[in-house]
């Protein structure tokens, strides 16, 4: 099992960024499928971002597309967010994930970490 530590979330003035990473242990995350999620206080968990194994063929949601870039260091197994142009709509607690689908469904993938919040105020 894998264990997923997120950081870089924090307080933001709306057209800010942020740098989010996720740093995983335990074992290696060479041959995951890595992600992003967030969720906002009363709303679902959703699918920001995802990466394959090789950091190939990013995809993301549409309302981040041009914003938001997902990459990976696998020599330092870590995953990373970079989030620019911040809106207030970002707020969100930001968590990520390993799976072995190139899915956006959060049901697909296996390991979670803690989140980290992002709030962008306006």
């Known amino acids: 099992q894998v264990q997923l530590v997120e950081s870089g979330g924090g307080l933001v003035q709306a057209g800010g960024s942020l740098r989010l990473s996720c740093a995983a242990s335990?074992?290696?995350?060479?041959?995951?499928?890595m992600a992003w999620f967030r969720q906002a206080p009363g709303k679902e968990r959703e699918f920001v971002a995802r990466i394959s194994w090789r950091g190939s063929s990013p995809y993301y949601t549409d309302s981040v597309k041009g914003r938001f870039a997902i990459f990976r260091d696998n020599a330092k197994n870590t995953v990373y967010l970079q989030m620019n142009s911040l809106k207030p709509e970002d707020t969100a607690v930001y968590y990520c994930?390993?799976?072995?689908?190139?899915?956006?469904?959060?049901?697909?993938?296996?390991?979670w970490g803690q989140g980290t919040q992002v709030t962008v105020s306006s």
């Open positions: 335990g074992r290696t995350i060479t041959n995951n499928v």
């Open positions: 994930a390993a799976g072995v689908m190139i899915m956006t469904n959060p049901a697909a993938y296996t390991d």
